[in-house]
């Protein structure tokens, strides 16, 4: 594990289903990321993005009731905050 600023880091993971938020959580912090924020809502998402900078965003595209990468969704303000990623085999689902 390599030295880190705590504060260098900040992570928002969102997702819907809470056992892969904590598992991502637990994963990054045993490994010295953080501080890390979760989001079960591309609403609640949103409200993290507004108010404070992440630099690393860590999202489900896909989640009940909406879609991270709709033209003018919640999730597609994501691409404001860092260049998208998207799993090539997550996308074709």
């Given at each position: 594990?390599?030295?880190?600023?705590?504060?260098?880091?900040?992570?928002?993971?969102?997702?819907?289903?809470e056992s892969l938020r904590t598992t991502?959580?637990?994963?990054?912090?045993?490994?010295?990321?953080?501080?890390?924020t979760t989001a079960a809502t591309f609403?609640?998402?949103?409200?993290?993005?507004?108010?404070?900078?992440?630099?690393?965003?860590?999202?489900?595209?896909?989640?009940?009731?909406?879609?991270?990468?709709?033209?003018?969704?919640?999730?597609?303000?994501?691409?404001?905050?860092?260049?998208?990623?998207?799993?090539?085999?997550?996308?074709?689902?």
């Amino acid at each position: 594990m390599k030295e880190m600023d705590e504060t260098s880091s900040r992570i928002l993971i969102v997702d819907d289903e809470e056992s892969l938020r904590t598992t991502f959580q637990m994963f990054l912090s045993r490994e010295g990321y953080g501080p890390i924020t979760t989001a079960a809502t591309f609403e609640e998402a949103n409200d993290y993005i507004e108010s404070q900078a992440f630099d690393l965003i860590i999202s489900d595209i896909i989640m009940e009731g909406s879609s991270g990468i709709d033209p003018g969704g919640v999730g597609s303000r994501f691409h404001e905050v860092a260049p998208p990623y998207f799993d090539p085999e997550g996308v074709s689902r």
